[in-house]
């Protein structure tokens, strides 16, 4: 918690009203706390599903590294976050409350982040710590980060990169090393999100392109060419070296090798086209974007009978959907200002519902865990006022 | 304004209904049933129980888990010796979610355990995207029959009271570990309206449930003999078969209300459901409809709009231009490329400002960027002949001036160089901007009828653009993506309306033509507008127009004017004038741009006066 009050203070030091913004980030980071101690109420051993999984497969990582072998010789199962979480366990004993504890504090410090995406697209302060805090406690979020599963990471990594992203596109005084440091992290970033979601590289990469080839055209700056190219070639590398070398044994596609489906790679993308084609897009879309809905809430399995987790999470739907109409007036905005950044993490929500949507299951707790990941960004757009401000000045001066 | 809130709220209310419930409507048959449940009992002679349980699921639109509910009661131990799910058409045998085993994929068929006080859990995970899915579990209770003084009990519920879905085709056949007489076997079925119960033969006895709904149950009970299970743990040594068959009489004779009501809910919830899917088929063929009737009403509104805007026929252009309509030099940029390029209309502003007598010129070499012209305001008090845009730029050429009193645009550069010269200069050029904006605003004024239109294309456009992402999203229908461009479309088309006004669109027509006979040398001194003849002021409207690589014609008119700057301007053969300004264009339209990444947050902007010095 002094660590997240410190992170707080450091990164908004120059905002007054930072006290309160931090008070709320510790009040979230006491949310998680028991929210850690409620889940793992009958032992961290049984509960959970893909959480329970990835602190087995640490354990085992632990097990490996303490018998001597080598971090890069370490076997893992379903996805490199188990590799992290291993890590912790070896140093510091095996301990899934501590995993958890510091998931807390990653979606902490990504509402953090978020904050201040949110100050440097010149939102108010008032607007920009309603965004982080909303980010903070929405109840999705607090159980998804909590446990010891890899989307606290996953979105701490997502956020950091579009972070990174704007500072290095506003910050103009930067040295020519720092710029190029921080364009090599946000390469490293995309290798790690790729190693976390296979086509996280498509989604991220794709919105930083596009973020990034509207800014040149826009602006001309020469940083802004080289940062598109990096980001470019490290897409297309890691998609040689990564992607397709993995595609094959990646449990979240449909019928992998493992599934005693496919052989090859190209059986995987034809298997995946074919799942694609039978798609009802629309309806597909339309379950990534909106499922549960209400009255599916009682049948997700981990919540089912728990009257008051099923309200939390009724209510959470229709703030969502809220949420989402409010965006569309973001978008428009978006598009009348002809924004580069925005128009990147468009392009990224825009990609990522598509993906989702396409290849994941028809799942309603499948949809509201992945959709998690776009909550972030949407919160950057659930605004009307500025569409109404943007079109006032513009037909003021026409009329 | 309190009444435009409550009418947003309402709105804002009834567009997440239209989320939270029409999506409903249309998924309405996703909550899965269970289509088949057989059970098969061995009775042992310990009293043990071995356990077949294969559960069919249907309707399934996709899960990656299934749980089972298996009845613990006290004294029991359950044991889970095989767990199978279908995959592929066959089954194969699921692994335990357990330390050691992590070598499978979870997803391709895992299961896990979790024992609860009343029951034990097991989930099984898998790819169960298919609409039929199965698992068969077989398990052992240990201690789980009651044995009395006088008779045997076996106690069991398969489904439990809580189970949230249908299920279908409930067939339990119990055998017992030896043969007796059936007279001496009784059971009994709790839980549900609908049932049979049959002792099949000397040692066997079926139920039979065509289907349970929420808030039913199935509860099986067999006394028999006690002396079947001779390995047994004794539970009790008096006898208990007087008072079990009173329970059971009580049970017989009590009024079954609840199973009643829930099968009046379950009634009522199928016939809510079957209402629903209707009302979603009709929601989606309204809006599919509705969609494309929107979108054909969008087309014909810009339809119209665009015959309103161009009544008159394209006329052919005069030989010269004499008569041309004095636009400032930002104003023909505007016109002509919609803005972009904003170092042109910079440069082409000062060196119009220059021609006035506002500005004096001179040429400066640098190292780092080559020879620049450089600009100084002269003590002209008087505004004439400048637009508002023009005298902004006056104070901003003051505000900027070096010692000297030079205005180098090199020192945009410097500032566009930092955060916060950055943010400077994005305000200077959004008020610049503004106010070009204003000042072709008043040349170009929308009749009343135009008002009428722009605004109707505005509201059309813009709510077909909100309906085009939320009706094919709620509703799940192709056609009413149609609405997304068709409204973003006429919004912009609306809001950009003075474009294509008769004035603009003769405006653009004119200055392009201007700018093709400038290219092509096709146009005489003598046939451009005598404002646009002085040769910095040719030389400003050829760079707003782009072709300041046809010199020639500025050259004759800086010629004309034979004053000193006007010859080191064409008679320096180092630094040639189309390199200066080259030169010149390239450090402004860099400056200009660098900054445009900047947000724009017009209440900052309003009024944006320049601190001068």
Same mark, same amino acid.
């Given at each position: ?8 203070l ?14 709320f980030?510790?009040l ?8 850690t ?6 032992g961290t051993?049984a ?5 329970l999984?990835?602190?087995?497969v640490?354990?085992d ?5 303490w ?6 010789a370490v ?15 070896a140093?510091? =004993? #095996?301990?899934?409350?501590? *995993?958890?504890?510091?998931?807390? /504090?990653?979606? @902490? +410090? ?6 201040d ?21 929405i ?5 998804w980060?909590?446990d ?6 996953s ?8 972070y990174?992203?704007l ?7 930067w ?10 992290l946000v390469c ?5 999100s ?7 590289l498509?989604?991220?990469g794709?919105g ?13 700056r ?5 940062f =598109? #190219?990096?980001?470019?070639i *490290?897409?297309?590398?890691?998609? /040689?070296?990564? @992607? +397709? ?11 992998d090798?493992?599934?005693?489906g496919?052989e ?11 799942t ?14 909106t499922?549960p809905?209400?009255e ?9 009978g728990?009257?008051?987790a099923?309200?939390?999470v ?5 703030l969502w959907?809220?949420?989402m ?5 973001g ?7 002809w ?11 825009v990609s ?6 396409l ?9 509201y ?6 909550i972030?960004?949407? +919160?950057?757009f ?18 | 304004?309190?009444r ?14 239209l ?29 043990s ?13 996709g ?9 613990k ?21 699921c ?13 391709s ?26 698992i068969v ?12 003084g ?6 069991r ?10 299920v279908?085709?409930?067939?339990i ?20 309206l ?27 009970r ?7 299970v001779?390995?047994?743990?004794v ?9 079990i068959l ?11 209300e609840e199973l ?15 209402w ?25 509104i ?15 252009f005069p ?5 041309l309509e004095?636009?400032?030099p930002a ?8 803005g972009?390029g ?20 001179a040429?400066a070499?640098?190292?780092d960027t ?7 305001a002269?003590?002209?008090?008087s ?10 730029l006056?104070?901003w050429?003051n ?5 000297e ?10 500032r ?7 943010l400077?200069l994005?305000?200077l050029?959004?008020?610049?901007e ?24 505005l ?11 939320i ?7 192709w ?31 004119t200055w392009?033509e201007?700018?093709?006979r ?14 646009m ?14 072709t ?5 014609l ?20 180092q ?24 947000p724009?947050?017009?209440?900052t ?9």
């Open positions: 918690m002094g660590l997240t009050a410190g992170c707080g450091l990164l908004f030091k120059r905002q007054p009203k930072r006290l309160w913004l931090i008070v980030a510790e979230a980071m006491i949310c998680h706390f028991i929210l101690y409620v889940i793992f109420a009958n051993e509960a959970g599903t893909d959480g999984i990835y602190h087995q640490a354990k990582v632990a097990r490996q590294l018998s001597g072998t080598p971090l890069w076997k893992y199962e379903y996805t490199w976050y188990t590799v992290m979480v291993g890590i912790q366990y140093l510091f =004993g #095996v301990n899934r409350f501590a *995993a958890s504890f510091v998931n807390s /504090f990653l979606a @902490v +410090l990504s509402g953090y982040l978020l904050t995406i949110a100050l440097k697209l010149n939102y108010s302060f008032k607007k920009a710590a309603f965004i982080g805090n909303v980010y903070l406690f109840p999705s979020m607090l159980v980060t909590t010891t599963r890899k989307e606290s990471l979105f701490f990594i997502s956020i950091l990169l579009w990174l992203a500072r290095i596109v506003k910050e103009r005084e040295s020519v090393i720092k710029q190029g440091l921080c364009i090599g490293v970033l995309l290798y790690v790729t190693l976390l979601r296979i086509y996280m498509f989604t991220l794709g930083l392109l596009v973020g990034l080839f509207f800014h040149y055209l826009k602006t001309k020469s940083v802004i060419a080289v =598109g #190219v990096t980001v470019l *490290a897409c297309i590398a890691l998609t /040689f070296t990564m @992607v +397709l070398t993995n595609l094959n044994d990646y449990h979240a596609l449909p019928m090798r493992s599934q005693g496919d090859d790679l190209d059986d995987e993308l034809e298997s995946i086209i074919k694609i084609i039978e798609k009802d897009i629309p309806r597909a879309v339309n379950g990534f974007l499922r809905h209400l599916e809430v009682d049948n997700i399995t981990d919540i089912s728990n009257y008051a099923v309200t939390i009724r209510i959470e739907q229709v959907y809220i949420c109409i409010l965006a569309i007036f978008f428009l905005n978006t598009l009348l200002e924004d580069p950044y925005l128009l990147g993490l468009i392009a990224f929500i990522y519902t598509l993906i989702n949507a290849i994941s299951e028809n799942v309603a707790d499948t949809y865990r992945y959709r998690a990941a776009i972030a960004p949407m +919160l950057l659930a605004d009307y006022r500025p569409v109404i401000r943007n079109l006032k000045t513009m037909l003021m001066g026409k009329s | 304004m309190h435009i809130r409550k009418i947003a709220c309402m709105l804002l209310i009834f567009l997440s209904w989320f939270a419930e029409v999506p409903a409507l249309a998924e309405s048959n996703l909550v899965y049933s269970i289509s088949g449940h057989d059970i098969n009992v061995r009775i042992e002679a310990d009293g129980l071995e356990i077949i349980e294969s559960i069919k699921y249907t309707s399934f639109g899960y990656n888990n299934v749980m089972l509910f298996i009845d009661q006290e004294g029991e131990t359950v044991d889970i010796k095989n767990v199978y799910m279908i995959k592929n058409g066959s089954y194969i045998e692994d335990q979610l357990s330390a050691g085993q992590w070598d499978a994929n979870v997803f068929g895992t299961y896990s355990v979790i024992e609860e006080d009343s029951a034990v859990r097991l989930k099984v995970y898998g790819a169960f995207s298919k609409r039929n899915g199965a579990v077989k398990y052992k209770v240990h201690d789980a029959i009651k044995r009395y006088d008779v045997a009990e076996f106690r519920t398969f489904v439990p009271k809580n189970w949230g879905s249908r279908n085709n409930i067939n056949l119990v055998s017992l570990p030896d043969y007796t007489d059936t007279t001496r076997i009784r059971p009994f079925l709790h839980g549900v609908v049932g049979r119960k049959t002792v099949e033969g000397k040692n066997a006895i079926s139920f039979n449930v065509p289907d349970t709904v929420p808030g039913e149950y199935v509860e099986t067999i006394l028999f003999p006690e002396n079947l001779p390995y047994a743990r539970t009790d040594d008096r006898y208990h078969l007087y008072s009173q329970e059971e009489e009580e049970y017989k004779d009590s009024s079954k009643l009501k829930a099968r009046e809910n379950a009634a009522k919830e199928a016939g809510r459901r079957a629903a899917e209707r009302m979603n088929q009709r929601a989606r063929i309204i809006a599919t409809f509705v969609s494309l009737g929107a979108s054909l009403l969008a087309i014909f810009l339809y119209r709009i665009r015959k309103e805007l161009h009544h008159l026929m394209k006329t052919p030989l010269d231009m004499r008569d004095k636009l400032s104003e023909v940029r505007r016109v002509v490329a919609n972009r904003r170092g042109r209309s910079f440069l082409g502003s000062l060196l119009h400002m220059a021609s006035l007598g506002y500005l004096k010129v040429v070499k640098k190292k080559g020879s620049l012209l450089i600009f100084q002269t003590d002209r008090d505004f004439e002949g400048l637009t508002l845009a023009e005298r902004y006056l104070e050429v505000a900027f001036k070096n010692d009193g030079w205005f180098e645009p090199s020192a945009l550069l410097a566009a160089g930092t955060n916060e010269g950055a400077q994005k305000k050029c959004v008020t610049w503004q106010r070009i904006v204003e000042d072709y605003g008043r040349k170009n004024v929308l009749a009343t009828r135009l008002v009428f239109y722009r605004e109707l294309g509201l059309a456009g813009g709510l077909l653009f909100i309906l085009g992402c009706i094919p999203v709620a509703l799940s229908i056609a009413g993506y149609l609405m997304l461009p068709v409204g973003f479309t006429l919004f912009l088309y609306s809001l950009r309306i003075q474009k294509h006004t008769d004035y603009g669109v003769k405006q653009h027509r392009k201007l700018k093709r400038l290219l092509k040398r096709a146009i005489a001194l003598d046939n451009l507008p005598p404002w003849t002085d040769g910095l002021a040719l030389l400003g409207y050829s760079i707003v127009l782009g300041e690589k046809q010199l020639g500025v050259e004759t008119a800086l010629q004309k004017a034979n004053d000193s700057l006007n010859k080191t301007l064409i008679e320096d053969e630094e040639p004038l189309s390199r200066l300004i080259k030169n010149t264009l390239s450090v402004t339209d860099k400056a200009l741009s660098w900054v445009q990444d900047i724009t947050d017009d209440a902007y309003q009024g944006q006066e320049l601190a001068h010095g």
